[in-house]
């Protein structure tokens, strides 16, 4: 079992929260993260999809009191939204008895209800945190090229080999469009979301043009816009916002989208051949092979979705781009008022536009990187640092600790 990086701070929360709500696209590890937690502490498991563990919350409240000793996991509970409510009953009454911490710990697929109802009903009584797929600290620079070809899923990235974790990225797909988007309530044709998840995937990281793919599925703009809020709120899309600042220039608008696991990415678009990505010998005959013209894409979307992870929620994040060409790949904008510029590259010699620069400029950027695939950590201009991805994680790790 890879160690989960969040694994302290969930035990954090638990000590701290009566309920704590563990959020992440299925399949992500919530289940045996949860059941690592609880390990050496009383405990109750209740899995929502089964038909046995609901019976037992017929009367929800009758039955959760007679385990009010134990932490008591409820898993996909968005299933039952109505539970909420009753929840809050328990967390207060509780709350009066000296149990104020360690009651519930609620893992969900981050549907739209889950986060209506447990914002709505349980504010001031729960924490929320995001378990994302593994990130590049969690398995190390070794294995930092099979994090990317094969994304960071447990069942795809520990697979025994390429066809196997192929495979399950594809059931994956097929089995989150026919039957867990269904059980989430949206009545959406499985085909028809197959080709919006597909058209998102063929323009990673660009700026998102709605009409475009519109026209592509034959709906309206209002449609894909909701299609898209979907894909996002089930953690399956980024959907990354452009820097917004009074500069007197002309910005652009609209957001990137991004196809937030790299392996399902890669299934989507059919790219088979990062498959023998591993059979090769040396970064340099890597770099020769990949010539398809999503690669850059898809390196630049796992770059961004591993320095996310790590800042977590509190960082403020974007991109920058105006018409005029100055653009920057990501920004983030960190409580304390410190501004980052972070350009993203594949290549082993990267070099920067005017471009680039003026951006940093237009932003009053603190601090300015290029991730690069290289190990050597250096200036590749004055105030510019030329990094590693491992290496950068940590940086913004720290910087994250010290706020």
């Given at each position: 079992?890879?160690?989960?990086?969040?694994?302290?701070?969930?035990?954090?929360?638990?000590?701290?929260?009566?309920?704590?709500?563990?959020?992440?696209?299925?399949?992500?590890?919530?289940?045996?993260?949860?059941?690592?937690?609880?390990?050496?502490?009383?405990?109750?498991?209740?899995?929502?999809?089964?038909?046995?563990?609901?019976?037992?919350?017929?009367?929800?409240?009758?039955?959760?009191?007679?385990?009010?000793?134990?932490?008591?996991?409820?898993?996909?509970?968005?299933?039952?939204?109505?539970?909420?409510?009753?929840?809050?009953?328990?967390?207060?009454?509780?709350?009066?008895?000296?149990?104020?911490?360690?009651?519930?710990?609620?893992?969900?697929?981050?549907?739209?209800?889950?986060?209506?109802?447990?914002?709505?009903?349980?504010?001031?009584?729960?924490?929320?945190?995001?378990?994302?797929?593994?990130?590049?600290?969690?398995?190390?620079?070794?294995?930092?090229?099979?994090?990317?070809?094969?994304?960071?899923?447990?069942?795809?990235?520990?697979?025994?080999?390429?066809?196997?974790?192929?495979?399950?990225?594809?059931?994956?797909?097929?089995?989150?469009?026919?039957?867990?988007?269904?059980?989430?309530?949206?009545?959406?044709?499985?085909?028809?979301?197959?080709?919006?998840?597909?058209?998102?995937?063929?323009?990673?990281?660009?700026?998102?043009?709605?009409?475009?793919?519109?026209?592509?599925?034959?709906?309206?703009?209002?449609?894909?816009?909701?299609?898209?809020?979907?894909?996002?709120?089930?953690?399956?899309?980024?959907?990354?916002?452009?820097?917004?600042?009074?500069?007197?220039?002309?910005?652009?608008?609209?957001?990137?989208?991004?196809?937030?696991?790299?392996?399902?990415?890669?299934?989507?678009?059919?790219?088979?051949?990062?498959?023998?990505?591993?059979?090769?010998?040396?970064?340099?005959?890597?770099?020769?092979?990949?010539g398809h013209p999503l690669v850059?894409?898809?390196?630049?979307?796992?770059?961004?979705?591993?320095?996310?992870?790590?800042?977590?929620?509190?960082?403020?994040?974007?991109?920058?781009?105006?018409?005029?060409?100055?653009?920057?790949?990501?920004?983030?904008?960190?409580?304390?008022?410190?501004?980052?510029?972070?350009e993203i590259k594949r290549n082993?010699?990267?070099?920067?536009?005017?471009?680039?620069?003026?951006?940093?400029?237009?932003?009053?950027?603190?601090?300015?990187?290029?991730?690069?695939?290289?190990?050597?950590?250096?200036?590749?201009?004055p105030d510019v640092t030329c990094?590693?991805?491992?290496?950068?994680?940590?940086?913004?790790?720290?910087?994250?600790?010290?706020?």
């Open positions: 079992m890879i160690a989960r990086r969040i694994h302290k701070e969930i035990q954090q929360l638990i000590a701290q929260y009566p309920a704590v709500a563990l959020l992440g696209p299925r399949q992500v590890g919530k289940t045996t993260l949860a059941f690592a937690l609880v390990e050496g502490r009383e405990s109750i498991y209740l899995d929502l999809e089964s038909d046995s563990d609901r019976s037992r919350l017929q009367d929800p409240e009758l039955y959760l009191l007679s385990h009010q000793d134990k932490l008591v996991i409820l898993d996909e509970v968005q299933r039952m939204p109505n539970l909420f409510q009753n929840l809050r009953g328990l967390i207060d009454r509780g709350r009066r008895e000296g149990r104020k911490s360690g009651r519930f710990l609620l893992l969900g697929s981050a549907s739209m209800d889950l986060l209506q109802q447990s914002s709505e009903t349980l504010a001031g009584r729960i924490a929320y945190t995001e378990l994302a797929a593994f990130d590049a600290t969690e398995i190390g620079s070794k294995e930092l090229d099979t994090l990317w070809i094969r994304g960071g899923f447990a069942e795809s990235f520990l697979a025994i080999n390429d066809t196997q974790s192929l495979r399950w990225r594809r059931d994956f797909i097929r089995t989150y469009l026919e039957r867990d988007i269904p059980q989430l309530g949206p009545r959406i044709a499985a085909e028809t979301l197959r080709r919006f998840w597909t058209m998102l995937a063929h323009h990673q990281g660009a700026v998102l043009n709605a009409a475009a793919l519109a026209r592509g599925l034959g709906v309206d703009g209002k449609t894909v816009a909701s299609y898209l809020d979907l894909m996002v709120d089930l953690l399956l899309v980024r959907r990354l916002q452009p820097w917004h600042g009074n500069l007197g220039k002309r910005m652009v608008k609209s957001p990137k989208v991004y196809v937030r696991d790299s392996g399902i990415l890669h299934a989507l678009v059919g790219l088979r051949d990062l498959e023998g990505l591993r059979d090769l010998e040396g970064l340099r005959d890597l770099e020769g092979l990949l850059g894409a898809s390196w630049e979307g796992l770059v961004i979705e591993n320095l996310l992870v790590v800042a977590g929620s509190h960082v403020e994040a974007c991109f920058f781009r105006t018409a005029a060409g100055a653009e920057l790949d990501l920004v983030l904008q960190w409580p304390n008022g410190k501004t980052w510029a972070i082993l010699a990267p070099t920067l536009s005017k471009g680039f620069y003026s951006a940093c400029t237009d932003i009053k950027a603190n601090a300015a990187f290029v991730v690069y695939p290289g190990t050597e950590q250096y200036l590749i201009a990094i590693h991805l491992l290496d950068l994680m940590q940086v913004v790790r720290n910087e994250r600790d010290s706020q």
